[in-house]
């Protein structure tokens, strides 16, 4: 029997052999688990800190808050400062007071003389941070809500180092890591010490010492628990103030002092004591800037898309603007001084050389409820000189808004035209709706009256509104939106001072629209450049953008036609307003109703807009029911203040540049000039665009002089006047009737045969005979003296042009074929004519009509 034990040893074998291969598959999945999850524990490590390299970039530095809050001269974050273009004269400073206008920093240290109430940190801490001295400087609840700042020390970030950063969540997690930063680096008391001297308490008032002396008129040392309670909910919100709001205050610093009380930081009798406290709150509030007030206005709008509002308004700012400071105290002036003339006012006290610049208005009316405002603005660099609020009865207010734009959009309309091949020597009718248009509203002129044929170039000078109409639905109205959005110009909307002004200062620099980008929008600018504390510049618009809107020859056609002063005779008269000794592209405007009258004109130095506006009707007398503002009252304005401007400026006017072609046309079909045309003037073009054909508006007729007939070849020479008229399409034949143009007559003569002569006739064909095919013409041709005759056609019953057939014949003919006349090709009503030329230069005709079938 054989052994059992190589069996059994051989069972164990295997069964050792499974467990391992079991073992070894078991520690590969562990390994292989172990290295995945190293490399997503990597992986993560990497992302992290890849992450956090991304949020942690440009960190600002946490040395910036020393910088700003902890000045060597124990003065705090002075107010926010504009500036004139010199940077020498102010025109604002962001303090409720002019005791403000120094800021004051003071401690928590209560060693100091003079340091921060404990009643109103415990009060302040209360209200902004109730976990203040636990915490780390930061929370984490809330980072989901960038616009949420739950510590003071996030509080002093946000404000002070991350103001410029949109509301995101990649800046709730960098204020939480500066936060954390500043409370380890500097502690917490000078965490509280520099938010108290820092925060907004409305008003312009930043730093505690600043709101009590605004809000109790005392220093923060001296303030009372009911007053510390009372600033620490304003702090909160800024805009219920004691100034703004006294009894929303009042009741919410009552609530802070309940709080305190709460929370042991107010005895029972400290809390009843200030309960029963009647702070005594002053009545004084701010005084709004009292230069330049619309322009300051301007500043901030502009502004606050670069830099947030609290940032500007918390102090440490120089901002150095483009103002004009001569400049504005002159255009206030004026301003001022039309205004209450308008307003029909005793004349201000406060005179001004350029007032004396201001021509008469026009006579016999008035408008008591009239406001203007005016802009001044440097084309070639975008700037801002100066700005005039809306001045009512010669009283500026800080504001500038937009109006209707009426006509004083109108130049884009025919800007359209010119890039699509018009020109200012097109013509145009400004005449009645006709035909397919006869049932629309009749669109009448300001006037009241149309004015027939002219060329685009009259029709924009003279603000014409027939032929703007007609030209918008020529060109699509879409287009014409297209090319004024070019400009910044939105055609359906309102449309501000600046906007106009800048516009059509792109015409005054050949094409070229110098500004900045200013949110959406590019726009002529009002500040230089703006500068911190430490004196680095946070904004520099010094050197403008250019952006190239037109070509120059475009910006200069239409410059050539707003810069003709006789083109605007026909609506202003000689001698208008708009006339001032130099080269100046001028366009006005004017609404329907006459609420809103605009003036915006622009030399190579300068652009000057003005705006006249009423609501009421105008009250001067009875007789003035209905008169309307028109562009005859802002243009006075205009006048003096571009007269102003210039003063010490060369009168230069605008060079042709390439692509402009200069030539005579016929006046007013913008045509080559022909014999008949009566007036002849010198148009501009664009390359490519010149008349090519004769003018066909004027024609010459044959009148018989005693019926006022056409004349015909019957009728005698004696009786024939050669007149030149003017043809109107069939569209305007109804306006030349009733605007008494001269229509040239439509029938002819009547025809009556003259007598044989024997010697000169045609008998063949007949008189009026139907002709067709080759024709022999047979006739006499002789007589004594005779040297030659000659057969001719022509068209019509009185042919401007002859066609001789054959030439001339030397031999006598007797009642034979003169000429054989090949008709193919012909129809209609021909003459026939026979010349007998004879010594003595004596000459016989025979003339008949036939009809060419």
Request: proline share 8%.
């Given at each position: 029997m054989p052994s059992t034990l190589p069996i059994l040893r051989a069972r164990r074998e295997r069964r050792l052999e499974k467990q391992n291969k079991q073992s070894a598959h078991t520690r590969g999945a562990i390994i292989s688990g172990g290295i995945v999850l190293s490399l997503l524990l990597a992986l993560a490590i990497i992302l992290g800190a890849f992450a956090y390299a991304d949020i942690t970039r440009e960190l600002p530095s946490t040395e910036i808050l020393p910088r700003l809050l902890n000045p060597p001269d124990g003065l705090l974050l002075q107010p926010t400062r504009i500036y004139d273009r010199t940077g020498l004269q102010l025109l604002l400073t962001f303090a409720p007071d002019d005791a403000a206008q120094t800021r004051r920093y003071i401690p928590v240290n209560e060693?100091?003389?003079?340091?921060?109430?404990?009643?109103?940190?415990?009060?302040?801490?209360?209200?902004?941070?109730?976990?203040?001295?636990?915490?780390?400087?930061?929370?984490?609840?809330?980072?989901?809500?960038?616009?949420?700042?739950?510590?003071?020390?996030?509080?002093?970030?946000?404000?002070?180092?991350?103001?410029?950063?949109?509301?995101?969540?990649?800046?709730?997690?960098?204020?939480?890591?500066?936060?954390?930063?500043?409370?380890?680096?500097?502690?917490?008391?000078?965490?509280?010490e520099w938010y108290l001297n820092s925060a907004n308490f409305g008003n312009y008032a930043y730093g505690v010492d600043a709101a009590a002396n605004?809000?109790?008129?005392?220093?923060?040392?001296?303030?009372?628990?009911?007053?510390?309670?009372?600033?620490?909910?304003?702090?909160?919100?800024?805009?219920?103030?004691?100034?703004?709001?006294?009894?929303?205050?009042?009741?919410?610093?009552?609530?802070?002092?309940?709080i305190l009380n709460q929370l042991g930081l107010a005895s029972n009798e400290a809390t009843a004591l200030a309960l029963a406290e009647t702070s005594e709150i002053t009545s004084a509030l701010p005084t709004p800037p009292t230069i330049?007030?619309?322009?300051?206005?301007?500043?901030?709008?502009?502004?606050?898309?670069?830099?947030?509002?609290?940032?500007?308004?918390?102090?440490?700012?120089?901002?150095?603007?483009?103002?004009?400071?001569?400049?504005?105290?002159?255009?206030?002036?004026?301003?001022?001084?039309?205004?209450?003339?308008?307003?029909?006012?005793?004349?201000?006290?406060?005179?001004?050389?350029?007032?004396?610049?201001?021509?008469?208005?026009?006579?016999?009316?008035?408008?008591?409820?009239?406001?203007?405002?005016?802009?001044?603005?440097?084309?070639?660099?975008?700037?801002?000189?100066?700005?005039?609020?809306?001045?009512?009865q010669g009283v500026e207010t800080p504001l500038v808004s937009a109006h209707r734009p009426g006509s004083s959009l109108d130049a884009f309309v025919y800007l359209t035209g010119f890039t699509r091949g018009l020109s200012p020597g097109s013509l145009t009718w400004d005449i009645p709706p006709y035909g397919d248009f006869a049932s629309e509203e009749v669109n009448q002129n300001f006037?009241?009256?149309?004015?027939?044929?002219?060329?685009?170039?009259?029709?924009?000078?003279?603000?014409?509104?027939?032929?703007?109409k007609t030209l918008k639905t020529?060109?699509?109205?879409?287009?014409?939106?297209?090319?004024?959005?070019?400009?910044?110009?939105?055609?359906?909307?309102?449309?501000?001072?600046?906007?106009?002004?800048?516009?059509?200062?792109?015409?005054?620099?050949?094409?070229?629209?110098?500004?900045q980008a200013i949110g959406d929008e590019f726009l002529p600018v009002s500040i230089l450049r703006v500068e911190g504390a430490d004196h680095v510049a946070l904004l520099d618009w010094s050197l403008p953008q250019a952006q190239t809107i037109v070509t120059p020859a475009m910006a200069y056609l239409m410059t050539h036609v707003l810069s003709d002063e006789p083109a605007r005779w026909n609506s202003l008269g000689r001698s208008n307003a708009l006339e001032i000794g130099r080269p100046a592209g001028i366009k006005v405007g004017q609404t329907?109703?006459?609420?809103?009258?605009?003036?915006?004109?622009?030399?190579p130095s300068h652009v000057v807009a003005t705006w006249t506006g009423v609501r009421d009707t105008p009250l001067a007398s009875p007789q003035q029911a209905g008169e309307k503002i028109t562009p005859r009252f802002p243009a006075v304005l205009w006048n003096a203040l571009m007269q102003t401007v210039s003063e010490n400026t060369p009168a230069d006017g605008w060079t042709a540049p390439?692509?402009?072609?200069?030539?005579?046309?016929?006046?007013?079909?913008?045509?080559?000039?022909?014999?008949?045309?009566?007036?002849?003037?010198?148009?501009?073009?664009?390359?490519?665009?010149?008349?090519?054909?004769?003018?066909?508006?004027?024609?010459?007729?044959?009148?018989?002089?005693?019926?006022?007939?056409?004349?015909?070849?019957?009728?005698?020479?004696e009786l024939i006047d050669r007149r030149v008229y003017m043809l109107a399409p069939e569209?305007?034949?109804?306006?030349?009737?009733?605007?008494?143009?001269?229509?040239?007559?439509?029938?002819?003569?009547?025809?009556?045969?003259?007598?044989?002569?024997?010697?000169?006739n045609i008998t063949s064909p007949q008189l009026f005979a139907d002709v067709s095919g080759t024709v022999q013409i047979i006739g006499t041709a002789s007589g004594d003296g005779f040297l030659y005759y000659r057969v001719q056609v022509g068209k019509g019953l009185n042919p401007q042009e002859w066609i001789q057939l054959g030439g001339d014949v030397i031999a006598p003919i007797e009642n034979d074929v003169l000429a054989e006349w090949d008709t193919e090709g012909l129809s209609g009503l021909y003459a026939v004519q026979l010349v007998v030329v004879k010594e003595g230069q004596v000459v016989d005709t025979a003339v008949i009509q036939v009809t060419i079938e």
């Open positions: 060693q100091n003389p003079q340091h921060i109430p404990e009643n109103l940190i415990n009060a302040v801490i209360a209200v902004a941070d109730p976990q203040f001295r636990i915490h780390s400087g930061y929370a984490i609840q809330g980072y989901d809500d960038p616009e949420r700042h739950p510590t003071i020390a996030q509080k002093l970030v946000s404000g002070l180092m991350l103001y410029n950063e949109p509301p995101t969540m990649r800046r709730a997690i960098r204020e939480r890591i500066l936060a954390a930063q500043i409370t380890a680096q500097f502690g917490r008391t000078q965490i509280i605004l809000y109790f008129n005392k220093p923060a040392d001296q303030l009372t628990l009911a007053e510390s309670a009372i600033l620490a909910a304003v702090s909160e919100t800024p805009a219920l103030n004691p100034l703004d709001a006294p009894q929303v205050a009042l009741q919410r610093g009552r609530e802070v002092i309940h330049a007030p619309a322009f300051v206005n301007l500043v901030l709008t502009q502004l606050e898309t670069q830099i947030p509002r609290d940032r500007i308004e918390r102090g440490g700012l120089t901002i150095v603007t483009t103002l004009d400071y001569d400049l504005q105290k002159q255009a206030a002036c004026v301003t001022e001084v039309y205004a209450t003339r308008l307003a029909d006012l005793p004349a201000p006290e406060t005179d001004c050389d350029s007032a004396r610049l201001l021509p008469s208005l026009p006579p016999a009316v008035t408008f008591a409820d009239s406001s203007a405002s005016a802009l001044i603005l440097d084309p070639k660099t975008g700037q801002v000189l100066a700005m005039v609020g809306e001045t009512s006037d009241g009256n149309f004015h027939g044929p002219m060329r685009l170039r009259i029709a924009l000078a003279n603000d014409y509104q027939t032929p703007v020529q060109m699509g109205i879409e287009n014409v939106t297209k090319i004024a959005s070019s400009f910044g110009i939105e055609l359906n909307s309102d449309v501000s001072m600046l906007e106009l002004a800048g516009a059509y200062g792109v015409f005054g620099t050949q094409g070229v629209y110098f500004g329907v109703e006459g609420s809103d009258a605009w003036v915006v004109g622009f030399t390439q692509g402009v072609a200069v030539m005579t046309v016929c006046d007013p079909s913008g045509m080559l000039p022909t014999r008949e045309c009566p007036n002849l003037v010198t148009e501009v073009f664009l390359h490519g665009s010149e008349p090519t054909h004769a003018d066909t508006m004027f024609r010459e007729f044959s009148i018989n002089r005693e019926t006022g007939l056409l004349a015909t070849v019957f009728t005698p020479p569209n305007a034949r109804e306006w030349a009737q009733s605007a008494g143009m001269e229509i040239p007559p439509t029938s002819y003569d009547a025809i009556q045969a003259p007598p044989i002569n024997p010697v000169a």
